[in-house]
């Protein structure tokens, strides 16, 4: 397993832009399909977008699709969730995951590594 670490969440005006940060100890970034989950109060933890392993592909859910874009730099073992145009509705504790298998998954279950969560809060 490899460890995960967020940060860059914090309270943001409607229509403003955030982006999160995810540091990946203990292998290489590149080893790993990456993706960002979010969570809402009293909801289930749902995914919001992800990075192939190879890094030749991307997919988001359509509720950011757009707004939302990840990224990663291999050099720095670095995962980014850039958020643009959030709305109140984008408030969630934000989570990093990892997954070794062949495929992006958009599964919760289907990821071995979590980070602790760092909170996006829009206001309006």
């Known amino acids: 397993q490899v460890q995960l670490a967020e940060s860059g969440g914090g309270l943001v005006q409607t229509g403003g832009s955030l982006r999160l940060s995810c540091v990946v100890s203990g292998r290489p970034v590149g080893n790993y399909n990456m993706a960002w989950f979010r969570q809402a109060p009293g909801l289930e933890r749902v995914f919001a977008a992800g990075i192939h392993w190879s890094g030749g592909s991307t997919y988001y859910d359509e509720s950011v699709k757009g707004r939302f874009t990840i990224s990663r730099d291999k050099d720095k073992n670095t995962v980014y969730l850039q958020m643009n145009s959030l709305t109140p509705g984008d408030t969630a504790v934000y989570y990093c995951?990892?997954?070794?298998?062949?495929?992006?998954?958009?599964?919760?279950?289907?990821?071995?590594?979590w980070g602790q969560g760092t909170q996006v809060t829009v206001s309006s």
């Open positions: 995951a990892a997954d070794s298998s062949q495929y992006l998954s958009q599964k919760r279950c289907k990821y071995e590594s």
